[in-house]
């Protein structure tokens, strides 16, 4: 389980707090989904979480045990994070850079052994992109690349899995596909997965649990069937939504389209 | 069919770059200034390594040849070997940190901070070691470089390429102020030395330059893979388990070092550094699994080359910087026209 208790975050010299008390709690086996508009501090509680920013008040706790004193480096062991997309300067193949998630594993003087290649392409087979292990990173489309940086994150083999926006870039039958793959994952390796996704829909078809950012807190939390409701995703998102029951499923659409 | 363009080409061509500078040094041996023929030059060759062995002494040591194979051309090919490998070995090492395909030691102004450590020991402190100054401003220059290029805890590209210049610059200055200031003996042999060459080769300086070799490249030859993700950018790295800082500070270390000592023996040399990185992960890949070795054995190999036309194309000796910059620049608009965003990365 993945615990974040009473976190506040600001930048030092600045005034006013860009996360304020949030409280989030993410089960193992479970997609826990975090909505809210651009600039409610989603990034921002990925770099607290994952210790990349480590000076807010507040706990992370994984497995009952606070992380908060370890570093960026030793919180790897916690979590992989997988994200939004990867600039990489050189052209390396799908394989190097899926084998990179093993870094950890890896000791300074030394490169990574045949168990740490066959991860990389047992995860690769996982995902059905085996087929191209020896393609040029630089060279795959979007789908395929969030694809490869998912493997990457799944060899690191974390229990908690942090996905900033996996969809983005994508067009619509990637998203799903990306989105079916991570729940088939989370559950078959009872992983704790948290990701970040601007579409309410996908939360409704794939998440167990939603939790709403709004300027920096949690407007609201709960089970998808529950929680996305009109009055909530108006709120959060400040304009006129229509919620429509189709097969016990939440569709959501914009109130006024033309 | 899959193992055979998986496997086996990759490894056909890695052979052929690690075996590169043996090929080419042997060659080198048969051709010089001094006219000696195929057969003389073997038998000079085999002579020497048999006494050697045998430790029997004829006198054929006292014959000139002799002293021009064993102590001019051996020592030569050795000394361009040991130099363009460090050169090439920190220039991939500088690519992958700055993850910025446009640097090497020269571009970041190392060479420069170098040669002005070397110029300061040779003009006025002779007390310390070329070396030792050497490596001080070389620190000293990525570190101007780095703090100039910084914006927001992150290494942009071009900045980074312009504090080299500024650096660069600055150093050079350095050196012709000392030109300008010391005493015209010593003045002669820094004017010579500086203009990156390998007349002055000899068997210590081959000591000297594989020792900075094995100290510099040595260690990056072992932490190499870390490079790929180190490439990834700070962040990245962090979030998969690198402790950047550290792996930084000690990369850098040692690539400085062995830069250090290559221009504190032949002086500043440009280009190499630049572009055989570059030509490997064109002929090869960019994990720098492979990478590494190969950067150094081919710029060995590249450095190889050069000196022997440096040596060959007139009567007397070019600097062979300018036969690396000749050989170089139309090299890299090739790469630049040719290879666009792979080469390039983005």
Redesign the interface.
Known sequence: MLQVINLYFRHSGEKEDLLRDVNIQAREGEVTVLLGPNGAGKSTLYKCI???WRDYRGEVRVQDKPVDAL????R??F???V?QG????????VR?VVV??R??Y?G?????NREDYDKAEEILELLGIQHLQ?K?Y??ISGGERQLTLLA?ALV?EAPVLILDEPTTHLDFKNQISIMRHIKRITLERKLVTLMTLHDPNLASFFADKVFALKRGTILWAGIPNEVLTETNLSELYEIDIKVINHNNLRIIIPGEVK | MKILS?RLIPSVKILIVLVAPLVFGFISLFTGAYDISFGEVLRLLLYGISSVLSADQINLQVIPEYGIIWDLRIPRVFLSFIVGASLAGAGTVF??IF???LVDPYILGISAGAAFGCAISIGFLEVIPVQVMAFIFGVLAVFIAFVLARTQGEISRLPLVLSGVIVSALFTSGVSMIKFLIDPHRLQSIVYWLMGSFTLADWKGVKTGLLGLLLGMG?VF?????L??L??GE??????????KR?RFLFIGFAILSVAVATSLCGIIGWVGLIVPHLI?MFI???H?ILVPLSITGGGAFMIVADTIARNLTSFDIPVGIITAILGAPFFVYLMKRGG??AW??
Request: proline share 7%; aromatic share 8%; hydrophobic share 35%.
């Open positions: 994952s210790g990349l570093s960026a480096e030793k790897s062991k979590f992989s994070v994200p990867q600039d990489l300067s050189f052209p390396y193949t190097e990179m998630g870094a950890q890896v300074v003087f030394s490169t990574p020896h040029v630089l060279k990457r690191q | 998986y690519q992958a993850k910025n395909p260690p072992l932490m190499r893979w870390r790929n993700v490439s990834l962040e990245e790295a962090k979030l998969l388990g690198i402790n950047v792996d992960r890949g960019a994990d699994k965003k792979e990365g983005k």
